[in-house]
């Protein structure tokens, strides 16, 4: 037996009136085998005999254009899918795909992912704190010189609980430098 759930919010705008309807779509057992979106897409999910998960397909974030950014995110921010993820729409030296997979806003100049100036130092420490999104997790790399080929993971990825996060690097030397970089993991 299929039985479907419908839910319907209204959102009301200065000018119009829009409806988005969503609706849940449940197999034999129960259990949610479809999300129905107001947008077009859907979320499909498949289980095995016993019932546990064994995959989802969403199309709520596909790339239609292959940009690296979310059909529904490129829509939200810029009403179409014309961006092509290289430009950097609000000019603050992050390009929007960069933007999408920060979770920062493409068109806030005042969010973008970088090192906060505030950075503190003793003679065995430096603590760094960034800009970050909750829930997204990041690493921090060193090198003592800019000529190192490569960089070093401080131990420990971050896993961001608000809008900073920060490390605190205790593999200092005594020598007169250190560079920092932050990447996001996911």
Request: proline share 3%.
């Amino acid at each position: 037996m299929k039985t479907t759930f419908v839910v319907c919010a209204v959102l009301l705008a200065a000018t119009a009136l829009m409806a988005d309807l969503t609706t849940y779509t449940y197999d034999s057992a129960g259990r949610v085998i479809a999300v129905h979106y107001g947008t077009g897409t859907t979320t499909t999910y498949q289980y095995d005999a016993t019932g546990n998960l064994l995959r989802f397909a969403d199309t709520l974030n596909a790339d239609s254009d292959n940009d690296g950014m979310a059909d529904s995110w490129e829509l939200s921010f810029f009403g179409g899918l014309s961006r092509d993820g290289l430009g950097d729409f609000d000019s603050d030296g992050m390009p929007d795909v960069a933007e999408f997979l920060a979770g920062t806003l493409p068109n806030d100049p005042n969010s973008v992912l970088q090192l906060s100036r505030n950075v503190t130092v003793t003679q065995t420490t430096t603590t760094l704190q960034w800009s970050a999104v909750a829930g997204k997790v990041y690493r921090v790399q060193y090198k003592d010189s800019l000529s190192d080929p490569g960089w070093n993971d401080l131990p420990g990825d971050v896993t961001a609980t608000g809008g900073t996060a920060s490390q605190i690097d205790t593999t200092v030397t005594s020598g007169p430098q250190r560079f920092y970089r932050v990447q996001l993991v996911r």
